[in-house]
């Protein structure tokens, strides 16, 4: 057994994230890209993730480290997994999603594969992906890391970072970024939601002189 793994770490504060759950990524894309990974994707529509990020290396298809992976985390932390080699062999399933609902997960992101779709979609705990496969991992407790610096596409990931994901997409934010963009981040959801209440008026006004 080759395991490396670090304690977790939360470099931003419960209370910043708490202000982060009513910012849509889409919201974050306005003001930058850096952050956004490319070709992840929600598994389930109507999705919201939220939470401090506790990053996992997995070698398929040795799959044992996201054990050592779940009993670390805390509620309300998000899995960021890096699948490193056979993108095609699915490292999170249906049994992992209930102990991760047990253990109070936000959310798992996954580079890679997952598997089990049906049953992610009946279960609800907010998963991302690249793929599904009915290929799988198994548990041969041979290779893998936990709070140790990912890297998901162009994206460096480090445990203690800030994951936001929704039916758009997600967004990984380093606790500097995370204080910096809230500010315009706040204030463009102000403008952006006065304004929807606003279209929404007019929207119904016109239906309404078509009667």
């Not at 304690?7 to 306005?30: C, F």
């Not at 939220?50 to 799959?63: A, L």
């Not at 580079?111 to 705990?125: M, N």
Request: charged share 25%; with cysteine.
């Amino acid at each position: 057994m080759s395991y490396l793994i670090n304690p977790r770490q939360q470099r931003v504060s419960p209370e910043l994230i708490d202000k982060y759950r009513a910012i849509p990524s889409s919201t974050i894309g306005h003001f930058s890209d850096h952050g956004f990974l490319r070709g992840i994707k929600p598994v389930f529509n109507d999705i919201r993730m939220v939470g401090n990020v506790v990053t996992v290396k997995v070698f398929p298809p040795d799959g044992s480290v996201l054990r050592e992976a779940l009993l670390l985390s805390e509620p309300g932390d998000v899995l960021v997994i890096e699948c490193v080699g056979d993108q095609e062999c699915g490292c999170w399933g249906e049994l992992r999603t209930l102990a991760g609902l047990i253990k109070g997960l936000a959310g798992v992101v996954v580079s890679g594969a997952v598997t089990d779709v049906s049953a992610l979609r009946q279960h609800g705990l907010p998963v991302f992906c690249r793929d599904v496969s009915a290929f799988t991992t198994r548990g041969i407790g041979v290779r893998g890391e936990v709070n140790q610096p990912i890297q998901v596409g162009e994206i460096r990931v480090q445990p203690g970072d800030l994951a936001i994901g929704d039916d758009d997409g997600v967004y990984i934010l380093d606790a500097g970024r995370t204080a910096d963009l809230l500010p315009g981040l706040l204030a463009k959801e102000e403008t952006d939601q006065r304004r929807r209440a606003e279209f929404l008026q007019r929207l119904a006004t016109r239906r309404t002189q078509n009667l």
